[in-house]
Each structure stands twice: as structure tokens, then as C-alpha cells.
Nanobody, 118 residues
Framework: QVQLVESGGGLVQTGGSLRLSCVAS????????MGWYRQSPGKQRELVAT???????NYASSAEGRFTISRHNAENTVALQMNDLKPEDTAVYYC????????????WGQGTQVTVSA
């Protein structure tokens, strides 16, 4: 079992920035896909951005142009730089590590709260 620990959430005003970080409990092997999802009250968890170990990034349309995902493969860490934050970005943000090919896995962090005030 791999533990993922997030940090960096908090309260920010509209238009502000936050940087989320996630560290995995293992350094090897390199986790295949790491990324961020979020969940607002009453809504389903949704994709924000993912990044494979090979460098392929995938962003939700709501994140394109404002958020940037990055990772350090050797340390199994992933970060999410969020700029121009909006009240609708308010959610609990979860770090995820996954692999769809054998051996498959899907690990989640405990989440970190991001609140954007109007």
C-alpha cells in the first residue's frame, strides 16, 4: 500500500494562487500516473489534472490555462500550481497515483481543502 500525503491547501481570495504538493511513501518504483482530483459538497469527485511518468499531461477544461501540474519522478512527488483561482475552485483536492496496466493500482491521499473567497 502506498500512502500519499498532500499539503498546500488553504484560504485565498479570488484571483490568488496556491501550490499543492503531494509526496508518496515510496520512491521506487516510479508511480505511473500521478495527479489531482477535487470534490465539492454535493458533487462527484472530478479530474483536475494528471501527469504520467513519461510526461503526458491531461487537464480538465476548467483547469486549462490556469493550473500547471508537475512531478519529480525520482521522488514520486507531484505538484499543482493554481493561478487565477475562482470561488468555483473551492473543493477538497485529492492526490492520486494510478496505473491501468498490470500491475494495476489506484491510491488516494486524504485530501487538502482549498477555499477561494469571493
Amino acid at each position: 500500500q502506498v500512502q500519499l500525503v498532500e499539503s498546500g491547501g488553504g484560504l485565498v481570495q479570488t484571483g490568488g494562487s496556491l501550490r499543492l504538493s503531494c509526496v508518496a511513501s515510496i520512491r521506487t518504483p516510479t508511480l505511473h500516473t500521478m495527479g489531482w482530483y477535487r470534490q465539492s459538497p454535493g458533487k462527484q469527485r472530478e479530474l483536475v489534472a494528471t501527469l504520467t511518468s513519461g510526461g503526458t499531461a491531461n487537464y480538465a477544461s476548467s483547469a486549462e490555462g490556469r493550473f500547471t501540474i508537475s512531478r519529480h519522478n525520482a521522488e514520486n512527488t507531484v505538484a499543482l500550481q493554481m493561478n487565477d483561482l475562482k470561488p468555483e475552485d473551492t473543493a477538497v483536492y485529492y492526490c492520486n497515483a494510478s496505473r491501468r496496466m498490470t500491475p494495476t493500482y489506484n491510491f488516494w491521499g486524504q485530501g487538502t481543502q482549498v477555499t477561494v473567497s469571493a
